[in-house]
């Protein structure tokens, strides 16, 4: 199993007034570590296919804190693919700051074909966006 890798770089404005990670950037964190992730297989959150563009909506999406992250802290973040199912994907990401854990997030998404005026429709993941995942995918689930 691969295991996917992006740095997070705090930003002031991603903190509180204690000086620490508020706990809803967490997520947004996440989806930069998704986009990141899609963009190291040559793809997009948002891919071309012959008949409408594809898109991954979250369906889902959790985070457990465990330790604090401040400004200008550089996260690693590993994503890791849980689960490829017929028409979703699960994504776990653990957050490690300095080599301890600080957080670890959950993320599921349905593949969608993205219809004229904002509608989606459920679709099957296509294979071109099916294979480059598989070598993420987590051998067994976290303890």
């Known amino acids: ?27 947004r964190f996440m989806e930069r570590v998704e986009h990141a992730f899609w963009r190291s297989l040559g793809r997009s959150v948002i891919t071309e296919a012959t008949d409408a563009h594809i898109s991954f909506p979250r369906v889902r999406a959790e985070c457990d804190y465990l330790l604090p992250a401040r400004f200008e802290d550089v996260i690693d973040a ?16 653990e957050f490690s700051l300095r080599g301890r854990a600080i957080a670890r997030g959950r993320m599921v998404a349905v593949c969608c074909r993205m219809l004229p005026r904002g509608k989606l429709e459920s679709i099957e993941i296509p ?6 995942m598989e070598r993420f995918v987590a051998e067994a689930p976290p303890a």
């Open 1 to 27: 199993m691969a295991v996917f890798h992006h740095q997070v770089i705090v930003e002031f404005s991603d903190t509180d007034a204690a000086g620490v990670v508020h706990f809803s950037n967490y997520l």
């Open 78 to 93: 590993a994503l890791t693919v849980e689960n490829i199912g017929t028409k979703s994907v699960s994504f776990r990401v």
């Open 127 to 132: 294979e071109m966006l099916r294979k480059p």
